[in-house]
């Protein structure tokens, strides 16, 4: 079993960075490839960035244009989502999920854990 739990956001001026943290508990957290996703009020949830068990590989949606930056720290049991030059369009939800299978996806339903998601606002 995994739970996830984020943390990081808050409110930032257009610009801004901000540092998503998404802590893991449970034995097998190496193992599970990892993403974030990001949802905003009326809307449906939008795939943000992914990264493999190794860390080796990632993979990021088109709406972040170079901007965010997904890493995990395995020993640590957590994964990370640096976030720069943020728009006030990036404002939503973002939550991280675990995913047991063999390659990377960007679709929601393949994953197998999800945090609670942490509010990251950002004002013009």
């Known amino acids: 079993q995994v739970q996830l739990v984020e943390s990081g956001g808050g409110l930032v001026q257009a610009g801004g960075s901000l540092r998503l943290s998404c802590a893991a508990s449970?034995?097998?957290?190496?193992?599970?490839?990892m993403g974030w996703f990001r949802q905003a009020p009326e809307k449906e949830r939008e795939f943000v960035a992914a990264?493999?068990?190794?860390?080796?590989?990632?993979y990021y949606g088109d709406s972040i244009k170079g901007r965010f930056t997904i890493s995990r720290d395995n020993a640590k049991n957590t994964v990370y989502l640096q976030m720069n030059r943020l728009k006030p369009e990036d404002t939503a939800v973002y939550s991280c999920?675990?995913?047991?299978?063999?390659?990377?996806?960007?679709?929601?339903?393949?994953?197998?854990?999800w945090g609670q998601g942490t509010q990251v606002t950002v004002s013009s």
């Open positions: 990264i493999s068990w190794s860390g080796a590989t990632t």
């Open positions: 449970g034995r097998t957290f190496s193992n599970y490839a």
């Open positions: 999920a675990a995913d047991s299978g063999p390659i990377l996806t960007t679709m929601s339903p393949a994953y197998d854990y």
